[in-house]
C-alpha cells in the first residue's frame, strides 16, 4: 500500500470510532473477573501457610525422615549410652551443619525394665536441665484400618543438643521420630510443654 492510500484509509476514520474504542478498553471489568482475582489471592495465601515449613525459635523442624535402609533391627542401647534410629542418624548426616531442629521422642531403656516412676523421674530431671518436652498425640492403624490415638513425649532438640546430650548414666536412650500410622510426622502445640510430672499417658 502506497502512502497516500495509508493516509486516506487513515483519513476516513470516524473520530467517533476511535473514541467509542477508548471507552471501550476503559470499561470497567465484570465483578466475577474482581471477585475470581480476590479468590485466587486468598487461595494462594492459605496455600502458603499450609503447605510452608513448620519453624521453631527460627530454625525449620524436622518431623519425619524415611531411609532407604532395609535394616530395621535396633540393639537396646545399654545404660549410659545414647542411640539414634536409622532414621535420625540419616536425618543428622543430611542436615549436619544446617540451622535446623529435630522433634524427636526417645525410649528409656534398663536392665530389668523401668517403671513408670521411674520414666517420670527421668523426664523431670531433663525438663530441669532445659530440655524443652511436649506431650502429643500420634495415630497408628489397628484392626480393619481404624486409626488408635495414643500420647507420647516429644522435645525440640538441636543437633548440639543430641551430640552433647545430658544423659543419666543408669538408662539407655533410643531416640526416634513420632510419626503417624501413614509415615507422615506429628506436630505439637506450644500449650502443651510438659513442666512436672507424672503425665497421664492413657
Same mark, same amino acid.
Request: with cysteine; proline share 2%.
Given at each position: 500500500?502506497?502512502?497516500?492510500?495509508?493516509?486516506?484509509?487513515?483519513?476516513?476514520?470516524?473520530?467517533?470510532?476511535?473514541?467509542?474504542?477508548?471507552?471501550?478498553?476503559?470499561?470497567?471489568?465484570?465483578?466475577?473477573?474482581?471477585?475470581?482475582?480476590?479468590?485466587?489471592?486468598?487461595?494462594?495465601?492459605?496455600?502458603?501457610?499450609?503447605?510452608?515449613?513448620?519453624?521453631?525459635?527460627?530454625?525449620?523442624?524436622?518431623?519425619?525422615?524415611?531411609?532407604?535402609?532395609?535394616?530395621?533391627?535396633?540393639?537396646?542401647?545399654?545404660?549410659?549410652?545414647?542411640?539414634?534410629?536409622? *532414621?535420625?542418624? *540419616?536425618?543428622? *548426616?543430611?542436615?549436619?551443619?544446617?540451622?535446623?531442629?529435630?522433634?524427636?521422642?526417645?525410649?528409656?531403656?534398663?536392665?530389668?525394665?523401668?517403671?513408670?516412676?521411674?520414666?517420670?523421674? *527421668?523426664?523431670?530431671?531433663?525438663?530441669?536441665?532445659?530440655?524443652?518436652?511436649?506431650?502429643?498425640?500420634?495415630?497408628?492403624?489397628?484392626?480393619?484400618?481404624?486409626?488408635?490415638?495414643?500420647?507420647?513425649?516429644?522435645?525440640?532438640?538441636?543437633?548440639?543438643?543430641?551430640?552433647?546430650?545430658?544423659?543419666?548414666?543408669?538408662?539407655?536412650?533410643?531416640?526416634?521420630?513420632?510419626?503417624?500410622?501413614?509415615?507422615?510426622?506429628?506436630?505439637?502445640?506450644?500449650?502443651?510443654?510438659?513442666?512436672?510430672?507424672?503425665?497421664?499417658?492413657?
Amino acid at each position: 500500500m502506497t502512502n497516500e492510500k495509508l493516509y486516506e484509509v487513515l483519513g476516513d476514520i470516524n473520530e467517533n470510532h476511535i473514541n467509542e474504542a477508548r471507552a471501550y478498553h476503559k470499561a470497567k471489568k465484570p465483578i466475577w473477573i474482581k471477585c475470581g482475582a480476590i479468590a485466587a489471592c486468598l487461595m494462594l495465601v492459605i496455600g502458603y501457610v499450609l503447605l510452608s515449613p513448620t519453624t521453631y525459635n527460627g530454625r525449620l523442624v524436622i518431623n519425619e525422615y524415611h531411609t532407604n535402609s532395609t535394616d530395621s533391627y535396633y540393639s537396646s542401647p545399654a545404660s549410659g549410652e545414647v542411640d539414634f534410629t536409622y *532414621e535420625v542418624r *540419616e536425618a543428622l *548426616e543430611k542436615y549436619k551443619g544446617k540451622n535446623v531442629i529435630f522433634l524427636l521422642t526417645f525410649d528409656l531403656f534398663k536392665d530389668g525394665g523401668i517403671t513408670d516412676e521411674e520414666r517420670n523421674e *527421668e523426664y523431670q530431671r531433663l525438663v530441669s536441665l532445659g530440655y524443652k518436652l511436649y506431650s502429643a498425640k500420634c495415630w497408628t492403624y489397628q484392626g480393619e484400618g481404624e486409626k488408635q490415638y495414643y500420647t507420647v513425649v516429644v522435645g525440640y532438640f538441636t543437633e548440639s543438643d543430641l551430640s552433647q546430650f545430658k544423659n543419666n548414666s543408669e538408662y539407655g536412650y533410643m531416640f526416634d521420630f513420632a510419626t503417624n500410622g501413614d509415615g507422615s510426622g506429628i506436630s505439637v502445640n506450644e500449650d502443651e510443654i510438659i513442666t512436672s510430672f507424672p503425665i497421664d499417658f492413657s
